[in-house]
């Protein structure tokens, strides 16, 4: 979950999203969704090290759709 948002879509497709949470690592597909809490970001594949302070940028074909700072990571329960 990313708060301190910046947003630059009036709404988040529902398909071909993509997130990067470090500037030199590859951007993952995601899907994304606003909440009360936030930007809620659901990775496709598990991610590595995902920690609160670092920012999240979503994409959508290769254009900056949002960003934030994650307030949360909420670890899936199937990657134990």
Do not use: W
Not at 19 to 24: D, E, L, P, S, T
Not at 39 to 45: G, P, R, T
Not at 49 to 76: C, M
Request: glycine share 8%.
């Amino acid at each position: 979950i990313a708060d301190h948002l910046n947003l630059f879509t009036d709404s988040l497709p529902v398909n071909g999203l993509q997130v990067k949470i470090r500037a030199g690592s590859p951007a993952v597909s995601c899907s994304a969704s606003m909440s009360e809490l936030g930007l809620v970001i659901l990775f496709s594949e598990k991610i590595k090290a995902v920690t609160p302070g670092q920012s999240a940028v979503v994409y959508h074909e290769n254009r900056i759709l949002a960003g934030g700072i994650i307030k949360t990571a909420i670890k899936n329960e199937n990657d134990a």
